[in-house]
């Protein structure tokens, strides 16, 4: 069964930075294209940043230049560095996983961890 467990949220000041990890379980996480959704109270989800199999990456313009992703194969995770905080960053950040089986798109999603900044 897979799995998605974020970590690493929580209260920081604007300007301020957290690191968010996001470990699967299950043998998908090589082939699978890595993304990190969030959703303000009332508002739609929306895509922050992406990473496919392959490493190549991409970002909502919002957050381009202060939020970095990454994965890490050896340990099944991928991890969201967010710097440069504001309180529009705001959220709950949601871990996703997405893989091709046969002609389908197969999505896995984690509970989601709170990102409050605020002074």
């Known amino acids: 069964q897979v799995q998605l467990v974020e970590s690493g949220g929580g209260l920081v000041q604007p300007g301020g930075s957290l690191r968010l990890s996001c470990a699967v379980s299950g043998s998908i996480f090589s082939t699978s294209d890595m993304g990190w959704y969030r959703q303000a109270p009332g508002k739609q989800r929306e895509l922050v940043a992406a990473i496919t199999s392959g490493s190549n990456t991409n970002y909502a313009d919002s957050v381009k230049g202060r939020f970095t992703i990454s994965r890490d194969n050896a340990k099944n995770t991928v991890y969201l560095q967010m710097n440069s905080l504001k309180p529009e960053d705001t959220a709950v950040y949601y871990c996703?996983?997405?893989?091709?089986?046969?002609?389908?798109?197969?999505?896995?999603w984690g509970q989601g961890t709170q990102v409050t900044v605020s002074s």
């Open positions: 996703n996983a997405r893989r091709k089986v046969m002609v389908a798109t197969v999505n896995y």
